[in-house]
Nanobody, 121 residues
Framework: VQLQASGGGLVQAWGSLRLSCAASGRILSSHIMGWFRQAPGKEREFVVAIRWSRGSTWYADSVKGRFTISRDNSKNTLYLQMNDLKPQDTAVYYC???????????????WGQGTVVTVSS
């Protein structure tokens, strides 16, 4: 399985970006897909997860109400719509696939290469 994240870039505060994560292999109904981010000098942190089958979601408090995760089963693609971006959202964003309903990076087996999001003030 390969995950290819894209859509990052430079945006001003309060702007929006949409990240995509295309999976080369099939995403099964039992899989959990997540977005994580890692800012310079910080540990990788959980952003949001989605159950591929049910579509149920779990957001980190820091992004709740601003970010929206979605999926397109037919395209095997995961999305992250990010609105009202803040400078503290600046990070490398990673998509990942796992099987546990978890916010721990160690519970996710497959990772994309990351896409850089920079929010200027």
């Amino acid at each position: 399985v390969q995950l290819q994240a894209s859509g990052g870039g430079l945006v001003q505060a309060w702007g929006s970006l949409r990240l995509s994560c295309a999976a080369s292999g099939r995403i099964l109904s039992s899989h959990i897909m997540g977005w994580f981010r890692q800012a310079p000098g910080k540990e990788r942190e959980f952003v949001v997860a989605i159950r591929w089958s049910r579509g149920s979601t779990w957001y980190a408090d820091s992004v709740k109400g601003r970010f929206t995760i979605s999926r397109d089963n037919s395209k095997n693609t995961l999305y992250l719509q990010m609105n009202d971006l803040k400078p503290q959202d600046t990070a490398v964003y990673y998509c990942a696939r796992g099987t546990d309903w978890s916010k721990l990076p160690s519970d996710y087996t497959y990772w994309g290469q990351g896409t850089v999001v920079t929010v200027s003030s």
